[in-house]
């Protein structure tokens, strides 16, 4: 069984940052990949970044680009969401996820991944 514990969430102005850390309770295979996903009051849940472990690559949906960051932590299987230039259309329930590759490639949808984290609210004022 694979477990999953996001962990940074809260409340910021707009502008502001926050870091969202996952851990990870095990390695699923070298062809791992790790995933943000964020669903917004009455909307739909979407990826918003994902790492593919096996060589680091990285997906951003455009939204986000050029203001949040997915890498590994320094501590053994944990991940984190580095977010700034936050503002409110990112305010949502931001959920960790784990699943294999395709591939060669991350999915883009909920069920690309199988393990799940109970989700960190982050709430971003104007």
């Known amino acids: 069984q694979v477990t999953l514990v996001e962990s940074g969430g809260g409340s910021v102005q707009a502008g502001g940052s926050l870091r969202l850390s996952c851990a990870v309770s095990?390695?699923?295979?070298?062809?791992?990949?790790v995933a943000w996903f964020r669903q917004g009051e009455g909307k739909e849940r979407d990826e918003v970044a994902s790492?593919?472990?096996?060589?680091?690559?990285?997906y951003y949906a455009d939204s986000v680009k050029g203001r949040i960051t997915i890498a590994q932590d320094s501590v053994e299987n944990s991940f984190y969401l580095q977010m700034d230039s936050l503002k409110p259309e990112d305010t949502g329930l931001y959920y960790c996820?784990?699943?294999?590759?395709?591939?060669?490639?991350?999915?883009?949808?909920?069920?690309?991944?199988?393990?799940w984290g109970q989700g960190t609210q982050v709430t971003v004022s104007s």
């Open positions: 095990k390695l699923i295979g070298s062809s791992q990949c």
């Open positions: 790492l593919l472990r096996v060589d680091g690559r990285t």
């Open positions: 996820a784990a699943g294999w590759s395709y591939g060669g490639e991350c999915g883009r949808m909920q069920y690309d991944y199988q393990y």
